[in-house]
C-alpha cells in the first residue's frame, strides 16, 4: 500500500478533526494572497498612495505576528481550540465581505490587522492539534496542512482576476499598472473575464477611468470561505461542546483519550509526571514563564531557538522572494518584460503548493531532518546558480520553480523534527511559527530597502546570504541535537541506577519480613 495499515488507521480515527484543520489553513492561504492582486484596486478604492498602502501589508504581518504568539494560549481545552479556530475563521469571511467598504487606508489596515490575528490564531492552534494528535507520526499530516495554504494562495488570486481593473483609477505609475497585468490575463478565457474586459473598452478608450467591481471578488471569496467555519462548529458539535445542541453521537475523541490513557499507563507515572513538568504546548509567553524550565539543559533551549532561527531565515527567504522577484526581474540586467516578469511570482507560488503535496509521501518514506539536509542544500544551489546565470530569463523562471519546491517542505519537516527531539514536552510549535512569522515580516522590509538602495542584483545576494546562515543555524541545530541525546541518555542511566538500589532494599526487606512471619508461625 502507499501507506501502512497503521498510518492509515491514525487517520480514520482522527479524520474529522484532520480534515477540518486542513480546511481552516485554506482559509489562511486564501486570506494571506490576495492582496497582492487587489493592491491597485484598492488603492484606488481608499484614494491612497502606493507608499500608504504598503502599510496594509505591514499591519497584517505584524497582527499575524501577535496572533501567532499567543495562539497557544487556546488549546489548553478542545472547547477553546475550536471555538478559537471557529471566530478566527468566520473573522476572515467578515474581513473579506466589508473591504469593499473601507473607503480609506486607515479602515483598511485595522482589517487585514484584525484578519492577520485570526491567521496568527489558525496558524498555531492548527499546527498544535495535528502535533497532539499524530505527535511522531504528525511529517505526513504536517505536510498535507501546509499544502492546503498553498492552495489556497493560489485559488485567490484566481478568484479576484477577472474582477481586476484594466485601467485603474490614474494615480498610480504605469509601472504599477504593468505589475498587476498578468494576473488579468490568467482568466481572460473566462466567460467573466470577456464580460468584464468588453464593457471595459469603451471607457479606457474615451479616457474615463474604468469603475472597479473588485468588490464582487472579496464577496465571492467571503462565500467560498463561510464552509470553513461551519465545519468547525460542525466537529464542535459531533463532540458535544456546544452545550444547547446535545448530539447523541460518541464523542470523536473518545477512542483517542483512550489510545493516550493506555500509552501514559504504559510509560508510567514518572513519564506522565515528566509530560506535565515539561509545560507542553502553550503560548510562547507561557513558554518563557515555566518556572520548571529550570532545571533543564542547555541543548534544550538551544534546539528552540536554532530551529526558531532556521525558520526565519528560510520562511524570510519565501516572503522576500515572493515579494521582490518581479522587481528583480524587470530591472537590469534581466529587464524582461512586464508582463513576462508578473508571472514568477505565480510560479513560485505553484512550486511551493506542489512541492508540500509531493512531500507529503515522501515525508513518509524518509525522516524529516533528511528532507532538511536536502532541502536547505537545494536552496542554496538554486540561488547561486541563480547568481551565476544571472542574465538568463530562461534559468530565472526553472529557479524560481526549484526555489519554491525546495523551501515548500522547509516548515513541517522542522516543526516535526524539533518536536521529536523534544519528545513532544517543549513549546517547539509555538516558537517555531512566531519565529517564521517575525522572519517573513522582517526579511521583507530589510530585502526591500536593501534592493532600493543597492540596486536589484542584492536581491539574488540576500537570498545567497540568508540561505547560508540558514544551513549554518541547521547544523548547529543537529549538534545541540546530539547533545541533548547524550544528555537523556545519561538521565536515563542514572534513573536506572538509583532505582536498581532502591528495588533490592525492597526486596531485602520483604526477605526479612517473611522470615520473621514464618519464625512466629
Known amino acids: 500500500m502507499f501507506v501502512d ?4 488507521t491514525l487517520f480514520k480515527r482522527n479524520a474529522h478533526h484532520t ?3 486542513w480546511s481552516v489553513f485554506f482559509s489562511f492561504g486564501l486570506c494571506i494572497a490576495f492582496l497582492g492582486p487587489t493592491i491597485l484596486d484598492l488603492q484606488c478604492q481608499t484614494n491612497s498612495t502606493l507608499s500608504q498602502i504598503t502599510w496594509v501589508f505591514f499591519a497584517q504581518q505584524f497582527c499575524l505576528l501577535i496572533g501567532s504568539s ?5 488549546k489548553r481545552t478542545l472547547f477553546s481550540a475550536l471555538a478559537a479556530l471557529f471566530v478566527s475563521a468566520l473573522l476572515i469571511s467578515i474581513i473579506f465581505a466589508i473591504i469593499p467598504l473601507c473607503n480609506n487606508v486607515l479602515l483598511l489596515a485595522i482589517a487585514m490587522a484584525v484578519s492577520g490575528f485570526a491567521m496568527g490564531i489558525i496558524d498555531t492552534i492548527a499546527n498544535i492539534q495535528l502535533v497532539t494528535i499524530y505527535q511522531r507520526d504528525s511529517a505526513v499530516f504536517l505536510q498535507a496542512l501546509h499544502f492546503f495554504i498553498g492552495f489556497g494562495a493560489l485559488v485567490s488570486p484566481l478568484i479576484a482576476d477577472p474582477f481586476l481593473s484594466e ?9 504599477g499598472t504593468e505589475i498587476m497585468h498578468h494576473f488579468r490575463n490568467m482568466l481572460r478565457n473566462s466567460p467573466i473575464a470577456e464580460h468584464n474586459i468588453t464593457q471595459s473598452l469603451p471607457a479606457h478608450e474615451g479616457g474615463e477611468e474604468e469603475e ?3 468588490h464582487y471578488a472579496f464577496w465571492i471569496m467571503a462565500l467560498i470561505n463561510l464552509p470553513v467555519p461551519i465545519a468547525v462548529l460542525f466537529l464542535m458539535y459531533r463532540e458535544q461542546l456546544i452545550p444547547c445542541c446535545p448530539s447523541s453521537t460518541p464523542r470523536l475523541l473518545d477512542k483517542d483519550e483512550l489510545a493516550m490513557e493506555n500509552q501514559q499507563g504504559a510509560e508510567g507515572p514518572d513519564e506522565e509526571q515528566k509530560n506535565h513538568e515539561a509545560g507542553g504546548h502553550g503560548d510562547i509567553f507561557s513558554c518563557c514563564q515555566n518556572d520548571n524550565l529550570r532545571g533543564l539543559p542547555v541543548s534544550f533551549f538551544m534546539i528552540h531557538i536554532l530551529g526558531g532561527m532556521v525558520l526565519f531565515m528560510t520562511d524570510g527567504i519565501v516572503g522576500a522572494y515572493a515579494g521582490f522577484v518581479y522587481t528583480y526581474a524587470v530591472a537590469p540586467p534581466m529587464s524582461l518584460p512586464h508582463k513576462t516578469a508578473g508571472y514568477l511570482a505565480s510560479i513560485f507560488w505553484a512550486a511551493i503548493t506542489a512541492g508540500r503535496l509531493l512531500s507529503i509521501p515522501l515525508s513518509y518514506r524518509f525522516q524529516p531532518v533528511r528532507l532538511l539536509m536536502f532541502n536547505l542544500a537545494g536552496a542554496i544551489v538554486t540561488v547561486l546558480m541563480l547568481l551565476i546565470f544571472y542574465t538568463s530569463s530562461t534559468f530565472l523562471f526553472a529557479g524560481t520553480c526549484l526555489c519554491g519546491l525546495f523551501l515548500s517542505s522547509v516548515f513541517p519537516c522542522m516543526l516535526a523534527y524539533t518536536e521529536d527531539i523534544l ?3 517543549g513549546c517547539a510549535t509555538s516558537v517555531l511559527v512566531t519565529s517564521a512569522g517575525m522572519g517573513e515580516m522582517v526579511m521583507q522590509v530589510l530585502v526591500g530597502s536593501i534592493i532600493q538602495t543597492e540596486g536589484s542584483y542584492s536581491f539574488l545576494l540576500c537570498g545567497m546570504i540568508i540561505a547560508c ?7 548547529g541545530l543537529l549538534l545541540f541535537h546530539r547533545m541533548h541525546r547524550n544528555y537523556l541518555t545519561g538521565t536515563s542511566k542514572k534513573s536506572a541506577m538509583v532505582e536498581e538500589p532502591a528495588t533490592e532494599q525492597n526486596g531485602s526487606t ?8 514464618a519464625e512466629n508461625s
Open 70 to 74: 499567543i495562539g497557544g494560549v487556546f
Open 510 to 517: 520483604r526477605t526479612e519480613q517473611t522470615e520473621e512471619a
Open 469 to 475: 546562515i540558514g544551513f549554518i543555524l541547521f547544523i
Open 19 to 21: 480534515l477540518t484543520y
Open 5 to 8: 495499515e497503521r498510518i492509515w
Open 212 to 214: 472597479s467591481i473588485v
Open 423 to 425: 519528545d513532544y514536552q
Open 167 to 175: 485601467t485603474g483609477c490614474g494615480n498610480h505609475t504605469e509601472n
